[in-house]
């Protein structure tokens, strides 16, 4: 190779590059500086572990245990059998609304919500709180609404899907103390002493929260497709009050005789005077009274002292679209639009439920009568190999029914 090629690839090797003596000192004058930074750094990262595990060991995240499920097999919707056997019961409480959806039965007691199989009563999902109990459970177009109590207001609320119990929202109230709860569809409508509250079930936003002025007590609210009828008492007077069952609006106040009971905001708006038992029919528009009349004989105030202080219409329509509501004052009632308002009065008592398109449902001992919405006539008794709790209302589950009261039974076919 020629000596003139072979110099050609000696690599030349670049000067040392020597650090500026300003930076050599710089880094030397603030080294214990830095070290001291790191030190600091590194002590605020276990500083803030620790205090994220004694915060989850204290706090609620460490107080939840739950499960969730795949959705059960659809029970095909059939006309009730005419006798039935209890399939399986439960203790726990139902939730109010439908406890009932799509094969799963929602019940509660303590600390824990339970979606059940309804066709074994296994359970499939649960949620639990260790360190609060619950106030009340919900349960209306698939939508599981858990109310605890914490501190003493029953204000913490989660939402669930109710065929699998996965839980949807969280959120905290503001109202305070013990609350009733009753559902209409897409709302749940909330009642304590001093407050009135709608969320949507869906996602848990307020739709509107109404307060009684100071000093004043509210009664009941019942929710219907009129709106939310509320009577409250405050010093020296008594009040009747209309708002929109889903928008944040008033619709007129009047000023009562008597603290009445809201019995009917679906086909039409009556309140009833518990002395008296007489009821008042007011209109829609601006509640002016339209007319009074004097309920039947059997019923009593008692009746009316029983029902709930939140509560939604049971309201359903006939072949012809007539519209009715339906009201246990110690008779079942049907209640209308159009000319007098009720329409007809049969001796049955407990709280009503619709089974099937146009059949209402009483239960009475071992047996279920399902009215006919147009006459009240009983048009199928079911009969039961067991007697449920006297409080229960039936809701259709296959060919089968519900009974839900103070606890929970299903019959099956």
Not at 93 to 104: C, E, F, K, L
Not at 312 to 329: C, K, W, Y
């Amino acid at each position: 190779m020629d000596p003139v090629e072979s110099q050609s690839h000696v690599a030349v090797a670049a000067p040392l590059q020597l650090e500026h003596p300003a930076l050599t000192r710089y880094r030397l004058r603030n080294r214990r500086a830095m070290r001291i930074y790191a030190a600091v750094i590194a002590l605020l990262i276990v500083l803030g572990f620790v205090a994220v595990r004694i915060a989850y060991a204290h706090g609620d995240l460490n107080k939840v245990s739950s499960t969730v499920a795949t959705a059960p097999a659809p029970i095909p919707v059939t006309q009730t059998a005419s006798r039935l056997t209890a399939s399986w019961g439960s203790a726990d409480h139902p939730a109010v609304g439908s406890p009932y959806s799509d094969g799963i039965v929602v019940t509660w007691a303590g600390h824990t919500v339970t979606g059940r199989d309804a066709v074994t009563g296994a359970p499939r999902w649960h949620y639990t709180r260790s360190n609060v109990s619950l106030c009340s459970v919900d349960q209306q177009d698939r939508s599981t609404i858990a109310i605890y109590r914490r501190n003493g207001n029953c204000d913490q609320v989660t939402g669930f899907e109710t065929v699998t119990g996965k839980p949807k929202w969280y959120r905290t109230l503001t109202d305070n103390g013990s609350v009733s709860v009753s559902s209409a569809p897409n709302v749940v409508l909330i009642v304590s002493s001093t407050s009135v509250h709608v969320i949507d079930n869906a996602g848990g936003l307020d739709r509107w929260q109404w307060w009684a002025p100071a000093g004043c007590t509210v009664g009941r609210a019942l929710g219907g497709s009129s709106g939310v009828l509320i009577s409250y008492s405050c010093p020296g007077e008594h009040r009747l009050m209309l708002r929109d069952l889903v928008g944040d609006s008033q619709k007129w106040t009047v000023v009562t005789d008597q603290l009445l009971v809201p019995v009917s905001a679906g086909v039409a708006l009556n309140a009833v005077d518990p002395k008296t038992l007489m009821m008042t029919t007011y209109s829609a528009a601006k509640g002016a009274v339209v007319r009074t009349d004097t309920l039947p004989s059997s019923a009593t105030s008692a009746g009316l002292a029983a029902l709930p202080a939140s509560q939604t219409v049971v309201q359903g329509s006939d072949a012809r679209n007539r519209q009715f509501e339906f009201v246990d004052l110690g008779k079942l009632m049907c209640l209308q639009a159009v000319g007098p308002p009720v329409r007809w009065a049969v001796d049955a008592s407990g709280q009503p439920s619709l089974v099937g398109a146009t059949t209402v449902a009483t239960v009475s001992g071992s047996s279920v009568a399902l009215h006919d919405f147009d006459t009240g006539r009983i048009t199928t008794t079911v009969e039961l190999n067991s007697t449920p709790p006297g409080d229960s209302r039936a809701f259709a589950v296959g060919a089968g029914l519900l009974l839900a009261g103070s606890s929970v039974q299903m019959y099956a076919s």
